[in-house]
């Protein structure tokens, strides 16, 4: 049973950013450190990728830990609520 009322719970949800993320951000200025350019989030492209390289025919998606919490990973936490239904969609 969640805590939060459905506005709340709304409200918290779309603060969680899409875009412009501490790793996206790393692994961008990664890449132009490097001579590599790139577009990002195109949306003509399938899964709307982070970092399109069209020279090289290439996409990079970057997965936050909030949302694709894998096995030893150290910065996912399991939420507290619905437990059941996280613990279930793990990989």
Same mark, same amino acid.
């Given at each position: @049973?969640?805590?939060?009322?459905?506005?709340?719970?709304?409200?918290? @949800?779309?603060?969680?950013? =899409?875009?412009?993320?501490?790793? !996206?951000?790393?692994?961008?200025?990664?890449?132009?450190?490097? =001579?590599?350019?790139?577009?990002?989030?195109?949306?003509?492209?399938? =899964?709307?990728?982070? *970092? #399109? *390289?069209?020279?090289?025919?290439?996409?990079?998606? #970057?997965? %936050?830990?909030?949302?694709? %919490?894998?096995? =030893?990973?150290?910065?996912? #936490?399991?939420?507290?609520?619905?437990? !059941?239904?996280?613990?279930?969609? *793990?990989?």
């Amino acid at each position: @049973m969640d805590k939060l009322t459905k506005e709340q719970r709304h409200r918290c @949800m779309s603060a969680i950013k =899409g875009r412009d993320t501490k790793p !996206e951000l790393l692994v961008r200025k990664f890449l132009f450190s490097r =001579g590599f350019r790139y577009r990002l989030n195109d949306p003509r492209l399938p =899964g709307h990728p982070d *970092l #399109v *390289l069209r020279k090289y025919r290439t996409v990079i998606f #970057v997965n %936050g830990c909030f949302w694709h %919490g894998h096995e =030893g990973c150290r910065y996912y #936490v399991l939420p507290k609520t619905n437990v !059941e239904f996280w613990r279930n969609d *793990l990989p």
